[in-house]
């Protein structure tokens, strides 16, 4: 997969933008607060109508203007696709291919994109709501079914935490609650099963990895940790259900799973260096990147954004060989000479929400 051409309109920090990028390596160089992140994001809300960045949609338009706009012409199984995004606070229009969209959703696995960024580590160093944000991120992006299932899942769960709020304010409908246990039982097992199966493939993926970049985390592993047994969803809902109401919430499902790192037998959250963590952490990504591959027989783009900082050189050359080796990389940095010596396919200069491409 490859993207063509990107244009946006008052995004973030540009008036006005027109990318055209090629296969192989992009490079975008400038510097502080020019505007490389705020690019890749256009790239990333393309791809999962969602910031890279924790931030609200609003936060996107760019300061004193009321809309953006976006587009991109992209190639996927030899076919050239379009992607225009329209958002204004009271308009959000979709599409594909010239065809209008009803919802965001239907963007999901159009354009794929793994993004390398600083805030990678999070998955490791943050809390579990990251990462479940992390797995739910990938198996949406590959499999429609998952992503069907979670929205469910979702206002399943937001109306039986509405009941048991009304409960415990004295409006007993315990019939009913005990409707959306049902349909909370059948969707969460549908996800806890993917998820469980997902940390067996990226683990195995990471694992080859590490063996084929010969670095030294043999003995790593990535656990799955549901915060009640599959098959035990529906008896625990049971059980916790006085519990649940004196909270007000649903305490046990799906949106309370993690997902557990560990080195040498450690959980490399509290144990790892910040380089260890970093680095697990981009082998993390690039499973993904594999793990896709293997799914639908192409690779996704990559787009990398000030990702190497807190690693030792030796690791940077292996991990940028890696990627170097996929069809498209567009890789942003204030450091012209990054990825030394390596060849650059096309290079842009970003300035305070300007392009601008530069001779090799
Ligand atoms: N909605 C917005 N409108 C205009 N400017 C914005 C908006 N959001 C962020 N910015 C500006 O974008 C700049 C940061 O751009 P960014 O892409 O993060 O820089 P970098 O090149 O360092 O990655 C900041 O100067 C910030 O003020
Ligand atoms: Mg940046």
């Known amino acids: 997969m490859f993207i063509n051409h990107l244009a946006i309109k008052n995004f973030r920090n540009y008036v006005e933008a027109d990318i055209h990028f090629v296969e192989g390596l992009n490079l975008l160089i400038g510097n502080n607060g020019s505007g490389k992140t705020n690019l890749l994001e256009a790239i990333h809300y393309i791809s999962y109508g969602k910031p890279i960045r924790i931030a609200k949609e609003a936060d996107l338009v760019r300061f004193s ?48 994109v793994v993004p390398f960024s600083p805030e990678d580590a999070d998955v490791i160093r943050g809390g579990a709501a990251q990462r479940r944000r992390a797995m739910d991120i990938i198996l949406c992006s590959s499999n429609q079914q998952y992503l069907k299932n979670l929205k469910w899942y979702n206002k399943t769960l937001k109306q039986r935490n509405a009941l048991l709020q009304d409960f415990h304010q004295g409006y007993h409908q315990e019939k009913e609650l005990k409707q959306w246990d049902k349909i909370l039982v059948d969707y969460g097992d549908y996800l806890m099963e993917c998820r469980r199966k997902f940390t067996q493939d990226i683990k195995q993926e990471i694992l080859q990895i590490v063996g084929e970049l010969n670095f030294p985390y043999k003995h790593l592993d990535l656990i799955y940790d549901p915060s009640v047994q599959p098959s035990l969803f529906s008896k625990t809902l049971e ?21 557990k790192f560990i080195l040498n037998h450690k959980p490399v959250a509290k144990f790892a260096s910040r380089g260890q963590q970093r680095l697990i952490s981009l082998l993390f990504r690039l499973a993904e990147v594999e793990l896709y591959f293997k799914q639908v027989y192409e690779y996704p783009v990559i787009i990398i954004d000030e990702a190497f900082i807190e690693l030792d050189n030796q690791s940077v050359d292996l991990i940028v060989d890696k990627l170097l080796s996929y069809p498209q990389i567009i890789l942003a940095s204030a450091d012209p000479e990054v990825i030394n010596h390596r060849k650059v396919n096309r290079k842009f200069k970003i300035g305070q929400g300007s392009v601008e491409k530069i001779k090799i």
């Open 65 to 112: 203007a009321n809309d953006f706009f976006l587009e991109t012409g992209f190639n996927r199984q030899d076919l050239d696709h379009q992607i225009r995004i329209y958002y204004s606070p009271d308009q959000k229009r979709y599409q594909y291919d010239g065809v209008e969209l009803s919802k965001k959703s239907a963007l999901i696995g159009q354009l794929v």
């Open 239 to 259: 059980s916790n259900f006085e519990k649940d109401i004196s909270y007000g919430w649903t305490t046990s499902g799906p949106h309370r799973d993690d997902l």
